[in-house]
C-alpha cells in the first residue's frame, strides 16, 4: 500500500483531530518524533485536539501525561474525551440521591463524582439489596476482579432494569506492536450480547463526540468548515468511520490499531475509506 508522508497531509487542513492511543502514544510512550508534529502545527498557527475514548482519567491526568513527557503544549483545554460527555450526560439526564455502580477503577469514577453523582465499585454492590442503585457505567478495563465481577455486573443488570452507560466504545486496544486487549467497550459488547440489552454509548464513532470537537475549533478558527479538518486515527471502525460521517477529512496512520500488512484488506473488506493513509502522524524535523 503507497501511503503519504503526514507533512504533505496535514499542511492543507485549518485544524486537526488526533486520536491518541496509536497515534500519539503506544505501549512503551510516546511515539518517536510525535513532539516534531506539534512543534510544526504550532509554527503553522494550525490548532489540533486529541479525541480519545479515555473515560480511565479526567482531562486534566490526561494533560499531565503529555506534559510530564515533554510535550507541554497539550494543555487541558486541548482534551476531549468520551469520559466528558458521560459526565454532562448525569449532569442532565439523571437525578440525584441513588447511587451509580460502575466497572473500572476509583480513578475512572472521576467524571461520574464531578458531575454531583455518589458512585459504587461493583465490588461493593450487595446483589440483595439493589434499592440504592441506580444507574450502571461502563469505565475502564481495570479496577475489578475479571472472575467476580463481570459475572456480578451481568446479574445486577439482569436483576434491576437501569440506565447503562458505556464511557468508551473501544473494543480492545493494542499492548504491544502485536498484541491487542479486551477494551471496556468490548466487555460492554459481551454483556449486551448476553442480556439482550442495548446501552447508552459515548465515544468515537458517535457524532457527539466530533460535534463537541467542532465546537471547539470553532471557537479558534471561527467560521472553518467541516471539510478543511483532518482527524487523524489508528482505527477504522471508530476514528476513519467517525469522521467520515461527520464530514471531515480522515489520515489513517498504521502506527497502532491498524497494521501495515493488512490495511489495504481491512479498508476493502469494511468499506471504510480513509482520504490518506500515513505511516504514522510524525513530521520529521
Known amino acids: 500500500m503507497r501511503t503519504k508522508s503526514f507533512r504533505s497531509v496535514v499542511k492543507n487542513y485549518r485544524a486537526v483531530f488526533?486520536?491518541?492511543?496509536?497515534?500519539?502514544?503506544?505501549?512503551?510512550?510516546?511515539?518517536?518524533?510525535?513532539?516534531?508534529?506539534?512543534?510544526?502545527l504550532e509554527s503553522k498557527g494550525i490548532p489540533y485536539y486529541v479525541l480519545t475514548n479515555d473515560s480511565s482519567r479526567s482531562p486534566q491526568e490526561l494533560s499531565n501525561w503529555y506534559q510530564k513527557r515533554g510535550l507541554t503544549s497539550i494543555t487541558t483545554d486541548k482534551i476531549l474525551s468520551?469520559?466528558?460527555l458521560a459526565m454532562e450526560f448525569f449532569k442532565t439526564k439523571l437525578a440525584n440521591g441513588k447511587a451509580v455502580a460502575y466497572l473500572g477503577t476509583k480513578d475512572s469514577a472521576h467524571y461520574l463524582e464531578t458531575a454531583?453523582?455518589?458512585?459504587?465499585?461493583?465490588?461493593?454492590?450487595?446483589?440483595?439489596?439493589?434499592?440504592?442503585?441506580?444507574?450502571f457505567a461502563f469505565l475502564d478495563d481495570e479496577g475489578f476482579d475479571w472472575n467476580k465481577d463481570i459475572d456480578k455486573t451481568i446479574n445486577l443488570l439482569r436483576h434491576?432494569?437501569?440506565?447503562?452507560?458505556?464511557?468508551?466504545?473501544?473494543?480492545?486496544y493494542p499492548v504491544n506492536k502485536n498484541d491487542i486487549s479486551v477494551a471496556i467497550g468490548g466487555l460492554a459488547d459481551l454483556v449486551e450480547q448476553i442480556l439482550g440489552k442495548k446501552f447508552i454509548r459515548f465515544g468515537k464513532p458517535d457524532?457527539?463526540?466530533?460535534?463537541?470537537?467542532?465546537?471547539?475549533?470553532?471557537?479558534?478558527?471561527?467560521?472553518?468548515?467541516?471539510?478543511?479538518?483532518?482527524?487523524?486515527?489508528?482505527?477504522?471502525?471508530?476514528?476513519?468511520i467517525g469522521g467520515n460521517k461527520f464530514g471531515l477529512d480522515t489520515a489513517l496512520v498504521l502506527s497502532g490499531n491498524t497494521l501495515p500488512d493488512n490495511a489495504n484488506i481491512k479498508i476493502i473488506s469494511s468499506g471504510i475509506i480513509p482520504t490518506y493513509v500515513c505511516d504514522s502522524a510524525v513530521i520529521e524535523p
Do not use: C, W
Open 160 to 172: 434491576k432494569n437501569m440506565t447503562v452507560i458505556v464511557a468508551n466504545t473501544d473494543i480492545n
Open 207 to 240: 457524532a457527539q463526540m466530533f460535534l463537541l470537537a467542532y465546537e471547539r475549533a470553532m471557537m479558534d478558527v471561527p467560521n472553518i468548515k467541516r471539510n478543511e479538518i483532518l482527524m487523524v486515527g489508528d482505527t477504522l471502525y471508530t476514528d476513519i
Open 116 to 135: 454531583g453523582q455518589k458512585t459504587v465499585p461493583i465490588s461493593d454492590v450487595d446483589l440483595n439489596d439493589l434499592e440504592h442503585i441506580k444507574s
Open 82 to 84: 468520551s469520559g466528558m
Open 18 to 40: 488526533f486520536d491518541a492511543f496509536g497515534v500519539l502514544k503506544n505501549h512503551s510512550g510516546l511515539i518517536e518524533g510525535v513532539g516534531n508534529t506539534f512543534k510544526y
